[in-house]
């Protein structure tokens, strides 16, 4: 059997992040066929990097997993600052300048490097989950000969910055989330030879649904980390112009962790970080779900919503989502505020319901677990064993 490292920035069950939750449902997968175990920082917060979790060995869902320190924790002042200065001068910065940049991005944790480097014998494969963090970048060289990436990639200007022109060559293999992603990465760097499989994640069935959201009557549905970011400050925006012109009780449900004020209004509801059930309770009676953010590798909440039969409305700036609905039939998208007022205000529910029902189609017949087990054991070259 062989044993497979998966790094990560952060791991945890309290953990709302998407690479890390496709890391974790990885890990727990691939345990039916490899030695899994989970490498990672002390992390909780993304922003800040400060050690939360003790260091050692735990158990994370079934999971074997090491904690290592993070040297430091990011002074986000410090970090804008210097991100900025970056962003705009990107074609004129030096390899040593965007690299002290990515030790800032965070999370460094040298006693991750020190490991990675020490135990690569004790090893047969690692696979490294989202290209952005420092925990990939200077982490992954280490272990090149026996590496394998994830890279997670969209469309943002640090994937512009010349130190992944090399770093991109130094992988295995690729597992990629959409053939959109790993179109847009063969474009971006045609010099790579862009080897694996386009697969993504499946999804677990669903818990029991509670009627509780029943008493909410209409609503849209927001499921994610609520931050500018993700589109939030520009979906309240969209939302309270929505309201005021059109005479609809319809309500917005805001499911996550906050990271920006949420506007105060008696129909944008706030119910925080929720746990699985309430989450597919609140799926399964919302209107639609509204995914707001113009960078997602894969959107894992638009398969939820159609495993629900729900329609979905989609930032037409994000191309991988636009793709996501234009293959499954399963939504539509807006490029401004008039156009998402107006696809609220004219489409019928009816017709929303047929684009859910088109997207459950398109789930299960492009999402099975069976299927991305036998592409990861194809990526390192084994056999399935069950």
Known sequence: MLKVALVVQRCGLEVNGGAEFHCLKIAQRMSKYWDVEILTTCALDYLTWENFYPPGTTEIAGVKTRRFRVDRSRNLEEFAELSQIISYRFLETSLEEEENWMKAQGPFSSDLLVYLWQQKDNYDAFIFFTYLYATTYFGLPLVADKAYLVPLAHDEWCIYLSLWKGFFALPQGFMFNTQQEKFFLETLFPHIHWSGYVAGLALEKQ???????????????YIGRIDTSKGCQELFNNFLAYKEKVNSPQKLILLGKAQIPIPKHQDLIYLGFVDEQTKWSALAYCDLLIMPSPYESLSLVLLEAWQMSKGVLVNGECEVLVQQCRRSNGGLWYSNQQE???LLESIPQAT???LGKQGNTFVEQNYQWDQIEQKYLNLLGSTKAL
């Open 207 to 221: 818990l029991l649904i509670t009627e509780g959201f029943a008493n909410y009557g209409s609503f849209l549905l």
């Open 340 to 342: 998402f007022i107006y």
């Open 352 to 354: 929303w319901n047929q």
